[in-house]
């Protein structure tokens, strides 16, 4: 985080504080049965376990669509034979700059998930009704997850 000043358009000049971030890309990856992985994970900003999408933060010079192919298979095991990109959006825009690239992945293959040491993630499959189910029971909180299924819902 870094203080930075800046010039309003009334011309004076005030202070903001602003998270600089890398950025990260989140994975919308759809089974063969047409069902969304998910992943089930302790989020201590938020102090509460989260169901997002898989996701992750860019590495220093890493293309979105390479990092969204690591996330996949380090977070769920999986590899994906179609990528498509769906969009991109700032998370918090009023205070940080990091951007998340949306991607959907389809054609997958099981193979072994490849967890960071300090990763612990349990793994959800859920078709439509499952998914509007846990949306409508608030049981989904993380944003890039609720824009992701919106998105695969209509």
Do not use: F, S
């Given at each position: 985080m870094q203080i930075e000043t800046v010039r309003l358009p009334n011309n004076k000049k005030t202070s903001r504080e602003?998270?600089?971030h890398p950025g990260a890309v989140a994975v919308l990856a759809v089974t063969s049965e047409n069902k969304i992985i998910l992943v089930?994970?302790?989020r201590k900003p938020c102090d509460e376990v989260l169901i997002e999408i898989p996701a992750g933060k860019l590495e220093k010079g890493e293309e979105p669509l390479e990092c969204a192919k690591r996330e996949l298979i380090e977070e769920t095991g999986y590899t994906a034979?179609?990528?498509e990109f769906v969009h991109s959006f700032y998370t918090s825009p009023g205070f940080?700059?990091?951007?998340?690239?949306?991607?959907m992945a389809r054609d997958l293959t099981?193979?072994?998930r490849q967890l960071d040491p300090d990763e612990f993630?349990?793994?959800i499959e859920a078709d439509r009704e499952e998914v509007m189910q846990m949306i409508e029971k608030d049981m989904i909180h993380d944003a890039?997850?609720?824009i992701a299924l919106y998105r695969?819902?209509?």
């Open positions: 602003i998270v600089r089930k994970q302790y034979g179609t990528w940080a700059d990091e951007k998340i690239y949306l991607y099981k193979g072994t993630l349990d793994l890039k997850t609720l695969w819902l209509k």
